[in-house]
């Protein structure tokens, strides 16, 4: 069992930036492929970014390619979603999950995920 634990939400104007964090323990953190994930109201969870256990294999969804760092401290048993140039579309509840394989990029894919944190775009 992996257990993770997402902060760093709130709200923020539009161009800012917020780093969000995910903690996890129970196991090898740095056995697992990381991912960051995103649900909006009203709409299906998407992906966003996920990195691969050594860091060494990133990926983004183009809505945040650019924009968007995903980085990871094995020693920390923390991963990380630097978020820059925040958009109002960007609001969302973000979670992380982790698997035991590949990095991937689709939800299905993940055994483990956090609870949650929202963050919130203002216009």
């Known amino acids: 069992q992996v257990q993770l634990v997402e902060s760093g939400g709130g709200l923020v104007q539009a161009g800012g930036s917020l780093r969000l964090s995910c903690a996890a323990s129970?196991?090898?953190?740095?056995?697992?492929?990381m991912g960051w994930f995103r649900q909006a109201p009203g709409k299906e969870r998407e992906f966003v970014a996920a990195?691969?256990?050594?860091?060494?294999?990133?990926d983004y969804s183009d809505s945040v390619k650019g924009r968007f760092t995903i980085s990871r401290d094995n020693a920390k048993n923390t991963v990380y979603l630097q978020m820059n140039s925040l958009k109002p579309e960007d609001t969302a509840v973000y979670y992380c999950?982790?698997?035991?394989?590949?990095?991937?990029?689709?939800?299905?894919?993940?055994?483990?995920w956090g609870q949650g944190t929202q963050v919130t775009v203002s216009s």
């Open positions: 999950a982790a698997r035991t394989k590949a990095i991937a990029t689709k939800e299905y894919e993940y055994d483990y």
């Open positions: 129970g196991r090898t953190f740095s056995n697992y492929a």
């Open positions: 990195i691969s256990w050594s860091g060494g294999r990133i």
